[in-house]
């Protein structure tokens, strides 16, 4: 059976109990579970691809992927949660392989600091780093756990409906809001952190899309805390992830199409009974649920029952995340002949992430504030047999789209001379940047390709190429409407919005929808 299915004008007459709106992996998690719940589901992509942010791209022999570098969460111990979760989604056939021990490397003018697996031995080593933080360092690693436990019943929470979840609310969600309620420099100042320890414990901050004094410490702890166990990346690249998940949802009689957007979330009375597409057809369902995130969702899909007929809905308590510049870049040796290592760089011009941010965001000459670099070749066993002696890597900065408003009602590939030459001097800055960092590439760079925050809006569909659809402010947790239930009544949310930013949170958004829908919670048969 061909991989997804085509979209015809006679689906519009079949029975539906469920449209999901958009084939990121929260909404095939979300089409899979109520599909084994007997529920029959469509899933309708706007996109050409696949998969949300886990869609890859091929130019000549090379592929990249869009939005997944490493994930973590232990997912090379097959019993645990996230392994079982992503098995039972993908019938047992995404495989995932192990990064180094050492995932990330934290890269400042003066000195270079690794992220090792194990949380003892990274202790071990930030203690080595920081001898005289030793006691800033075990606070830190305590608290990050604490704060993770706290989190479960956060997201418990969001699966319980009606009534008795707004009851509950408040006992399952303030723990956890303690600290995810609270930025991230602060917090790591009353904990006695230097701005260098605080520089290098969150030199993971692009993983989330705001810098310590902007940032939850919620979402840093969880970052961090998904990582100490190490990174994994999916064998095959991204896209095997969308091409394990979806045949587990066609054969048990639902289908998940592509190039089908979604124009209108149609409602009546604050019901929602179907959706318009910009075809024009109408599709009936007794339910619908949104993945398109958002600001999609409340400001572009609802027309009429815009925000919810009794004001929960507080739009402008969150806001989009930045945008972003990612070079991708095709090589014409192998990782291993190039000496390509597994680890991921982040790269920074001072230990002040938040003065870096503001410097860069004042004046566009000044170092870009943080530069990620990955090597998605060096990381896939599978590369190398099928497109031997090449390797990739991605290079992905800070971008804003209020620079790029210019051209955004050009057609994408052909906006013209000007975009395409700020194209090739940011290309040739990021360049630079690798080079630095990575000497070996130099000379074996055949083919790069820079995507701008038009490209993510034109090919992912958020409004102004969000990285990670909205920021992860401490106002952003405290969001109650942030779940499955919205005002309007059939209507549902899941994505990472009404989570966090990443693959397995935005998953795990899926199990959550999917709970909150059969009112049956999913989540326990993953535990081990
Ligand atoms: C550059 C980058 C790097 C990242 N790196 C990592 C990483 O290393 N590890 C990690 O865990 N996470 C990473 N992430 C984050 C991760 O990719 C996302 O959080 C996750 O994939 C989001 O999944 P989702 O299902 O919520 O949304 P999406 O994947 O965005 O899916 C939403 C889908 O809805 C579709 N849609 C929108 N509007 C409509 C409409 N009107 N009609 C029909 N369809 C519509 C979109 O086309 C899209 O396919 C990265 C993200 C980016 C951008």
Same mark, same amino acid.
């Given at each position: 059976m061909p991989i997804g299915d085509r979209y015809k004008s006679?689906?519009?007459?079949e029975n539906w109990d469920a449209v999901i709106i958009g084939s990121g992996i929260s909404g095939l998690t979300t089409a899979r579970l109520l599909a084994d719940a007997g529920k029959r589901v469509l899933v309708l992509e706007k996109?050409?691809?696949?998969?949300?942010?886990?869609h890859t791209f091929k130019r000549n022999n090379y592929e990249w992927d869009v939005g997944i570098h490493y994930i973590g969460g232990?997912?090379?111990?097959?019993?645990?949660f996230l392994r079982r979760l992503f098995d039972y989604v993908s019938s047992g056939n995404l495989h995932w392989a192990r990064m180094d021990d050492i995932y990330d490397r934290i890269v400042f003018p003066d000195k270079t600091y690794d992220f090792v697996s194990g949380k003892e031995a990274f202790i071990d080593k930030m203690i080595n780093y920081f001898p005289q933080e030793e006691k800033v360092i075990h606070k830190y690693m305590d608290l990050v756990n604490q704060i993770v436990k706290k989190s479960l019943s956060y997201y418990t929470n969001k699966a319980i409906p009606g009534l008795l979840g707004s009851l509950t609310y408040p006992l399952m969600s303030k723990p956890f809001l303690?600290?995810?309620?609270?930025?991230t420099r602060d917090v790591l100042k009353e904990l006695g952190c230097s701005i260098e320890l605080m520089g290098v414990l969150t030199g993971q901050w692009g993983d989330y899309g705001l810098p310590p004094a902007q940032s939850s410490f919620g979402v840093q702890a969880m970052v961090a805390r998904h990582y100490w166990e190490g990174g994994n990346y999916p064998v095959g690249g991204a896209r095997m992830i969308a091409e394990t998940v979806i045949p587990g949802i066609q054969s048990r009689g639902s289908k998940v199409v592509l190039s089908t957007g979604v124009e209108e979330i149609l409602t009546h009375k604050g019901n929602a009974f179907g959706v318009r597409l910009e075809n024009g057809d109408e599709i009936k369902a007794k339910m619908v649920i949104s993945s398109a995130g958002i600001k999609n969702t409340f400001?572009?899909?609802?027309?009429?029952?815009r925000r919810g007929s009794?004001?929960?809905?507080?739009?402008?308590q969150v806001q989009p995340s930045s945008g972003y510049y990612c070079l991708h870049i095709g090589l014409d040796r192998s990782a291993a002949d190039l000496g390509l290592n597994k680890a991921n760089l982040w790269v920074y011009p001072d230990y002040d992430h938040d003065l870096n941010l503001k410097n860069y965001l004042d @004046?566009?000459?000044?170092?870009?504030?943080v530069v990620f670099i990955s090597f998605p070749s060096a990381k896939d066993p599978s590369w190398d047999k099928n497109h031997p002696n090449t390797s990739t890597i991605e290079v992905i900065t800070v971008a804003e789209f209020s620079k790029h408003k210019k051209w955004e009602n050009k057609e994408w590939k052909n906006r013209g001379d000007e975009y395409e030459a700020l194209k090739e001097s940011i290309s040739q800055n990021l360049l630079d940047v690798l080079y630095q960092q990575t000497p070996e590439a130099k000379g074996h760079v055949d083919y790069y390709e820079l995507s701008t925050p038009l490209t993510s809006r034109d090919l992912a569909n958020y409004k102004e190429g969000?990285?990670?659809?909205?920021?992860?402010?401490?106002e952003r947790f405290k969001?109650?409407?942030?779940?499955?239930?919205?005002?309007?009544?059939n209507l549902f949310l899941t994505g990472? @919005?009404?989570?966090?930013?990443g693959v397995s949170a935005a998953l795990m958004s899926g199990v959550i929808t999917a709970s909150s829908i059969l009112k049956r919670n999913l989540m326990k048969q993953f535990v081990n």
């Open positions: 006679t689906m519009a007459a996109h050409f691809k696949f998969g949300g942010y886990t232990n997912l090379h111990k097959p019993n645990s303690e600290y995810a309620g609270r930025n400001e572009v899909l609802l027309k009429d029952d009794n004001g929960t809905v507080t739009l402008d @004046d566009n000459d000044q170092p870009y504030p969000e990285l990670y659809g909205i920021n992860h402010t401490p969001q109650k409407w942030l779940k499955p239930q919205t005002p309007i009544k990472q @919005d009404i989570v966090t930013a």
